[in-house]
């Protein structure tokens, strides 16, 4: 890719808002400032809400960290973003997702050995991304299993990683190491 965009600000230059923010990233996610949240801090506020959401939905939605991993992958994959991919490819693995239902998702394909909660997540997702919508009988399947807090939750989830991809893409913001890349979709 070309040059990035949105330059990580060094933390030494940050203003007394990015002070602020940067210190309440730091309480609550115990790390510094780190992947996308580096570009959101050219709007610190904007950051902050971005970092607060994330931390009800990735570590505690209504579906659980496995499916919640699924979903951020099949987003990162619609948005072809290398470095939400990156990120979470392994932390998928780790949190039970199998490899090759990960690596079909990698590869654009649909994973042929689903669980029922991954199916039923996967269709919702895809879904949801491809037509911006989400069918009745697909709604259905996601509210049987999942109840409304789990279907808020899982749209939830795909609408907060799309922002980031959007925000990384915008930024031209990629992983730091050599690692595989996303094909790109074509237009």
């Keep these: 890719m070309t040059q990035r965009r949105l330059p990580t600000i060094p933390p030494d230059q940050y203003d007394d808002e990015q002070k602020e923010a940067a210190k309440a990233f730091l309480a609550a996610r115990q790390i510094p400032v780190f992947g996308p949240f580096q570009p959101m801090m050219h709007s610190a506020k904007v950051m902050s809400l971005a970092r607060a959401t994330g931390d ?21 994959r619609e948005w072809s973003q290398n470095y939400e991919w990156w990120l979470h490819y392994p932390i998928a693995l780790e949190a039970g997702l199998n490899k090759t239902v990960a690596d079909a998702i990698g590869d654009g394909r649909r994973p042929v050995s689903m669980s029922d909660d991954e199916a039923i997540v996967y269709d919702f997702t895809r879904e949801l991304h491809q037509t911006r919508r989400v069918s009745d009988q697909t709604y259905a399947r996601a509210e049987a299993r ?12 795909a609408g907060y990683y799309a922002w980031l991809a959007m925000e990384l893409n915008v930024a031209r913001f990629e992983p730091a190491d050599e690692g595989a890349r996303l094909s790109r979709f074509p237009d």
Aim: charge should be neutral; avoid cysteine; charged fraction near 10%.
């Design 56 to 76: 009800y939905l990735r570590y505690h939605s209504a579906i659980g960290n496995m499916l919640s991993e699924l979903v951020i992958l099949i987003t990162a």
């Design 146 to 157: 999942f109840g409304t807090k789990g279907v808020v939750d899982m749209t939830a989830i």
